[in-house]
């Protein structure tokens, strides 16, 4: 009964019998197109204002010798991310929900209100992320914030799923800045290609915690949380996994390209010229100008304010998905606030609040990525365990659940990645940071 | 309901398990884990048994071993307990495993709800099941020490009678337990379930109303799009057709639309010739126009018809309310000549011609877009618009349902809310 007169438009084919199959090529080539959506989109919002920061500062730091990581990281954001989707196909639910299920309400209330806190004080980042990036061009947050937070809410809640998925979509071009940025800075580029295959360790304390902290802000639970969520709302069933697959391994390719090539941005040309420090994705924008030249700065600027934006919808999306699931709610992007009226409440006080303290002037953005470190710290064990059992789980996923070879790489990279959050969050604690 | 409330005690399923499992002398023997019930038959499913831990083991506790059933323990009749296995029975479940925290469709509002608590009680001299608990304060009494559970007075009480849970993930072999309090449904209202519930849960509501092909049929007109197309693509080109054939002319054209292309004639092939005929037609027009929109199926006879054969047409024909309350006139050359509402038919008077009753009627291009269609029906009051091709040849009607659907604001569709509370 939900037929729109736009999406009648969209399958009309004007002339002709609509019986008659299209050209091949153009087919294969719109349903790739199509397919583009939750993968990408979720991992890519991984590469927000504070991912930005952590990259520059490991190129401004150490060169391209954290490069190699960039590749395992890869492989475990694919791993990660691959099984959330697979769970979203078959099961038709999200992860919030199944894990109430399965586990009880007990640990799906622990989820859901670390997701709330870790996810608001991320919002907050973000939206200083977009004053920031649009200081640049002396915009002041006091006018930028806001509109942005108001244009972010109306694709959010009036928008459709698919108009809204398009928009996340399209927001993940400005990412393409980087590489230019790459490009700009004049890299050593054998220099990068032996960073990319040969590991490299220091045993000291500000390399390690940076180590983890890019893993950190590579794979953040909410990423699970929305890609499972997004692929259930999309409609997605098993018939889709192979496609939906294809599609999160691409995300995640593009998403840490992104982040090797902003390592390299900075590398190339903070590490080159000594200027080691890097506090924000703005300063490294600035920094970069004497360098790369100016037009670096607003290639990194327009990539910031992109991945700010993608990150400010996304953030507060999921914290709205995972209370409805948890809660039993009516959820979803395409609803009204009157059908939905929790999930859009969730969404708008994450806004609001979200571009309300970052038009303070002076917020500690720093310390408050601590503290969200602190919280995403002690929820990602949690999640990725959750994903792991789950997407194992034979009653729960039949013919679908973990292979064999692939369980033993998810239980080490669940394993792995747990244990590096679970080391950042000791040494955050311990003031170490 | 009345039954429920006038127990004398209800029992919360959430206190009950993970209590003790004591023998008759009131010595602990292990852990109740979960309590299994019988979906089958009654109203108020009786319990079955218990599942508990004892000595490390899991084992059986059949409901003719239990004596008593409390919050914190369950009480045998006997000082022993013969371990066995818990095997799964028809149409048993387990009430911690496989109900509470899951989804249950609340038959009365038609909604989805989530069970937050199990409530069951002694009726008729043994415990059954009486409701679930869907409002917030019950999940929060499950998140507070067991000591201070009894402060929180639940609101959300829901009879079991309203209730029919979904039973599809249960791993027995073939657990089939039946959902009859569906049949209570609207179809529009089962397309809204589907709609809201997962894949699966999706798949077991049209289980259930498998057995009426003509109500899934109707349930199938009222899904969405995406929808539908995930109910077709487990279905064969064969079952997929037959849907169609049961289906309204202009829904099954949409339907097939939803096919893959390579999959679209096949199907359309298979269907029986009329109906075949039909969508074939529909599906060359753009589906947002009068052409898209329109149904072959309506009523028109040569003008020179008398009053009364017009009225054995319509007796006669198979022509939905809707499509039969005009009948249209033509001329020889199969021209429309005008129209006449039925109510005016049966008013008219004996033995005069359909030609002379009827008037012009206004009518609409197959290409003409909903915008202007659902104009001309604002303007002229009407709830049917006839659609001519080019020589002026009747083609189809366009019914006020299948344009109020369009042009309706996305947010004013969705019936009623599929949320837990009111």
């Known amino acids: 009964m939900a037929r729109t007169v736009r999406a009648l438009r969209d399958r009309a084919v004007r002339g002709g019998s609509q019986l008659r199959p299209r050209n091949r090529a153009t087919a294969r080539l719109a349903v790739l197109l199509a397919f583009l959506g939750p993968g990408l989109i979720a991992a890519n919002a991984g590469n927000d204002a504070g991912g930005i920061a952590t990259y520059s500062s490991v190129g401004a730091k150490y060169g391209y010798d954290l490069l190699w990581m960039m590749v395992v990281i890869t492989v475990s954001l694919v791993v990660v991310q691959e099984m959330a989707a697979r769970m979203g196909a078959v099961t038709g639910k999200g992860l919030a929900e199944l894990i109430r299920e399965q586990y009880g309400p007990r640990w799906s209330i622990f989820s859901t209100v670390s997701v709330l806190f870790a996810n608001l004080g991320i919002c907050i980042s973000e939206f200083v992320g977009i004053g920031a990036a649009l200081g640049l061009a002396h915009v002041p947050a006091q006018v930028s914030v806001p509109i942005a937070a108001v244009v972010v809410w109306l694709l959010v809640v009036r928008g459709s799923y698919k108009v809204a998925e398009r928009v996340f979509v399209a927001m993940t071009i400005p990412f393409f800045a980087y590489p230019i940025a790459a490009i700009l800075g004049h890299p050593d580029w054998s220099a990068v290609g032996r960073s990319i295959v040969t590991p490299h360790i220091q045993l000291n304390g500000p390399y390690l915690i940076l180590f983890v902290a890019t893993a950190g802000t590579t794979i953040t639970p909410f990423m699970q949380l929305y890609l499972q969520s997004a692929v259930v709302e999309r409609g997605l069933g098993p018939e889709d996994i192979k496609a939906e697959r294809a599609e999160v391994v691409t995300g995640s390719l593009f998403a840490n390209l992104v982040a090797s090539f902003i390592i390299i941005a900075t590398g190339a040309t903070l590490f080159v010229h000594g200027d080691h420090t890097v506090n924000s994705a703005a300063d490294a924008a600035r920094a970069l100008a004497p360098f790369a030249g100016r037009f670096a700065e607003v290639l990194f600027g327009i990539g910031l304010l992109g991945a700010s934006l993608l990150a400010a919808a996304i953030l507060p999306v999921t914290a709205a998905y995972v209370i409805a699931e948890t809660f039993g709610l009516e959820k979803g992007i395409s609803r009204r606030p009157r059908e939905a009226p929790v999930f859009v409440a969730v969404i708008t006080a994450l806004i609001a609040i979200g571009a309300a303290v970052a038009m303070v002037p002076g917020v500690p953005v720093i310390k408050l990525l601590v503290l969200v470190q602190v919280v995403n710290g002690a929820l990602l064990p949690v999640t990725l365990f959750f994903v792991w059992r789950l997407a194992r789980n034979a009653e729960l996923m039949g013919a679908y659940k973990n292979g064999r070879i692939f369980d033993l790489l998810a239980a080490a990279t669940v394993i792995a990645t747990s244990g590096l959050s679970v080391v950042l969050l000791v040494v955050t604690l311990s003031g170490n940071a | ?422």
Not at chain 2, 78 to 91: C, E, K, N, S, V
Not at chain 2, 308 to 319: F, K, Q
Not at chain 2, 345 to 374: F, G, H
């Open chain 2, 1 to 422: 309901m009345p039954v429920a409330h006038a127990a004398p005690h209800v029992l919360h399923l959430s206190l009950v398990v993970g209590g003790d499992l004591r023998d008759a002398a009131g010595e602990r023997l292990g852990r109740v884990d979960d309590l299994i019930v019988r979906l089958e038959g009654e109203e108020y499913p009786p319990v079955a048994g218990a599942v508990a831990t004892v000595a490390g083991r899991q084992v059986f506790v059949p409901s003719e071993l239990i004596a008593e059933i409390e919050e914190r323990h369950v009480s045998l009749r006997a000082q022993r307990l013969d371990l066995q296995h818990f095997r799964r029975r028809r149409a048993e479940v387990l009430l911690k495993k496989d109900v509470l925290d899951r989804q249950l469709i609340n038959v009365d509002g038609a909604r989805l709800v989530r069970a937050n608590e199990i409530e069951f009680a002694r009726l008729d001299g043994w415990y059954r099941v009486v409701g679930v608990d869907i409002g917030m304060r019950g999940l929060i009494r499950r998140l507070v020490p067991r000591r201070f559970a009894h402060l929180i007075a639940t609101t959300g009480f829901l009879d079991w009678a309203s209730v029919e849970p979904f039973t599809g993930h249960v791993p027995t072999v073939r657990l089939r337990v039946p959902h009859p309090k569906l049949a209570r449904l609207h179809p529009a209202q089962l397309a809204d379930l589907v709609e809201a519930a997962s894949h699966r849960e999706g798949a077991e509501i049209f289980a259930a109303v498998a057995a009426d092909p003509e109500l899934e049929a109707d349930v199938f007109e009222e899904l969405e799009e995406g929808h539908q197309r995930e109910f077709v693509e487990d279905r064969s080109d064969a079952e997929v057709s037959e849907l169609l054939a049961r289906m309204e002319a202009d829904d099954a054209a949409d339907l097939v639309l939803q096919l893959p292309e390579e999959r679209r004639e096949h199907v359309v092939a298979l269907l029986p010739p009329v109906q075949g005929r039909r969508v074939r037609a529909l599906l060359g027009y753009d589906p947002a126009t009068a052409g898209g929109l329109m149904s072959p199926e309506f009523i028109c006879l040569y003008a020179d018809a008398t009053r009364e054969e017009a009225i054995e047409r319509v007796r006669h024909s198979g022509v939905n309310a809707d499509g039969a309350s005009w009948v249209y006139a033509m001329n020889t050359h199969r021209r429309l000549r005008g129209g006449i509402q039925l109510v005016d038919l049966l008013r008219a008077e004996d033995a005069v011609r359909v030609s002379e009753i009827v008037r012009p009627v206004q009518t609409v291009s197959p290409r003409a877009d909903i915008e202007e269609v659902a104009r001309l029906m604002t303007d002229f009051d009407l709830t049917v618009v006839p659609v001519v091709g080019d020589d002026d040849v009747l083609l189809g009607i366009v019914t006020v349902d299948d344009v109020l659907e369009l042009v309706l604001p996305e947010g004013w569709r969705r019936r009623f809310s599929v949320l837990g509370g009111d």
